[in-house]
C-alpha cells in the first residue's frame, strides 16, 4: 500500500513539471514590443477527411494592407506560375476589326449555269467536311426544260442522225472508189461527216445533265444541295476551302494608323493566329479601307478550329515604337473596380496587385506603360483566382 502511494505522488509530481515546462517554452515567443510586428500568418486548421485522417489546410487570406498571404500548399493547389517582367522597346500595335475568309487561290464556289434539278453524284452527293479532288463530280444537274423544248430538241437530235447516217454511206462509197474519184471528194465527205458528228453530239449534250465539280482540291465548307432539290442558275451549291490555306480581311476606318503595316495576330478560343501582311485595298468598304492578311500555318501543321465568316480581332505591329514592360497577356486582370491590375510575387507566400495601363503587342504578350519598372516576377497563370481571396 505505502509502495502504491509513493508512486502516485512521483507521478503528480512529473505531470506539474511537464506542465510548468510548457508554459515556460510558450512565453518565450511572447511579444514584449521591442521588435516590429509583421502581419500574423493563419494557424493550421485541423481537418478530418474520409479516411477519418487528421490533415491541416492552410488557408488563403487578404491582410489588412491589401496584400494576400497564400502558402505553398494553397500556391499549388491553385496552380500559380510566376514570370520575371522584362522591359525594353517594342512595336506599337493597332487593333483592327477582321474576319475569316478563304484563300482566293485555294477556295472556290460551285454555282449553276442553269435551272434545273439536282441528283446524285458517281458517289452520292458531297457532304460537309469531305475531302475532294479537283475535277471530282459533287453532284449532278438535270436541266429544266419543258416538254415542248425537249421534243424540239429531240426532233432536231433526230435529223442530224439521219444526216450523219448518209454521210457515213457517202464516204464508205466514195472509199469503195478510191483511185477513181478525185481525192479530194474523199477528204470533204471526211470533213463533213466530222462537222455532223460534233454538231450532233453538242445538241445531245444540252439535253443531257449537267456535271457540278469541285474547282480545287479541299475540304466542303457549305453544301446546300439535296436530292432532287430544283435550283435557279447561278446558285451556289457547294463551297471548296482549304482549311491549311485561309486569309483575314480587317477594316482600318483611320489610315494614318497603317503606315508600316507588319506581322500581326488575332487571339480566338483555343489559340492564336499569327498573320502576315499581304496588302491593303484603296477601295473603301463599309466606309473603311480593307487590309488583307494570310493566316500562317504553325510549325506543328495545326491550326486552331476556325470558320470562314468568323470575326475577330486583329492586333498588327507597326514601325512605331513604345517603351515600357513585356508580359503576358493572361497576367493582367480585373479587380473589384474593374481595374487593369497585375500580381506581383514579393516574397515567398505574399502577393501583392498593382495598377497598371497596358497596351496589347500580340495575341500573347502586352505592354505596361505604367505600373511596373520591370524586373517584378508577375503572376501568369493563376491570377484570376488571387482576386478572389478574401
Do not use: C
Amino acid at each position: 500500500m505505502t509502495i502504491i502511494k509513493n508512486f502516485s505522488r512521483y507521478a503528480l509530481a512529473l505531470f506539474v513539471g511537464s506542465t510548468l515546462a510548457v508554459q515556460v517554452s510558450a512565453h518565450g515567443g511572447e511579444d514584449h514590443g521591442d521588435a516590429p510586428k509583421s502581419p500574423a500568418a493563419p494557424a493550421p486548421v485541423a481537418a478530418v477527411n474520409a479516411q477519418g485522417q487528421v490533415t491541416f489546410n492552410e488557408p488563403a487570406i487578404r491582410l489588412p494592407d491589401g496584400s494576400i498571404f497564400v502558402p505553398k500548399s494553397a500556391q499549388r493547389q491553385l496552380s500559380l506560375r510566376t514570370r520575371a517582367a522584362l522591359k525594353g522597346e517594342f512595336p506599337r500595335t493597332v487593333e483592327l476589326n477582321g474576319r475569316i475568309i478563304a484563300d482566293p487561290n485555294a477556295g472556290g464556289r460551285v454555282q449553276t449555269f442553269q435551272s434545273g434539278r439536282i441528283e446524285a453524284g458517281p458517289n452520292g452527293l458531297a457532304v460537309l467536311g469531305q475531302r475532294v479532288k479537283k475535277g471530282q463530280i459533287l453532284a449532278w444537274l438535270q436541266p429544266a426544260a419543258t416538254a415542248l423544248e425537249r421534243g424540239t430538241q429531240q426532233s432536231v437530235l433526230a435529223e442530224l442522225a439521219a444526216q450523219e447516217s448518209v454521210l457515213e454511206r457517202r464516204l464508205a462509197r466514195l472509199k469503195q472508189l478510191e483511185g477513181s474519184v478525185p481525192q479530194k471528194d474523199i477528204e470533204q465527205a471526211e470533213i463533213e461527216l466530222a462537222a455532223f458528228k460534233k454538231r450532233k453530239n453538242a445538241v445531245g449534250g444540252s439535253l443531257g445533265r449537267e456535271a457540278l465539280v469541285a474547282p480545287v482540291t479541299g475540304v466542303v465548307s457549305a453544301a446546300n444541295a439535296a436530292v432532287g432539290q430544283v435550283v435557279d442558275a447561278r446558285e451556289v451549291v457547294f463551297e471548296v476551302i482549304d482549311p491549311q490555306r485561309l486569309a483575314v480581311e480587317a477594316l482600318a476606318y483611320d489610315p494614318l494608323l497603317l503606315d508600316g503595316l507588319g506581322k500581326a495576330s488575332a487571339p480566338i478560343a483555343g489559340g492564336v493566329l499569327d498573320l502576315a501582311f499581304v496588302g491593303l485595298g484603296r477601295t473603301l468598304k463599309d466606309q473603311a479601307m480593307p487590309v488583307l492578311f494570310r493566316v500562317q500555318v504553325p510549325k506543328n501543321g495545326d491550326l486552331p478550329a476556325v470558320a470562314v465568316g468568323q470575326t475577330l480581332k486583329v492586333l498588327a505591329q507597326t514601325k512605331a515604337s513604345q517603351a515600357g514592360v513585356s508580359i503576358p497577356a493572361a497576367a493582367v486582370v480585373r479587380n473589384a473596380a474593374n481595374e487593369s491590375v497585375v500580381w506581383v510575387h514579393e516574397s515567398a507566400e505574399r502577393f501583392v496587385s498593382r495598377k497598371v495601363k497596358a497596351a496589347a503587342l500580340d495575341g500573347h504578350s502586352v505592354a505596361v506603360t505604367d505600373g511596373l519598372s520591370g524586373g517584378e516576377r508577375v503572376v501568369v497563370q493563376g491570377a484570376a483566382a488571387l482576386a478572389q481571396i478574401r
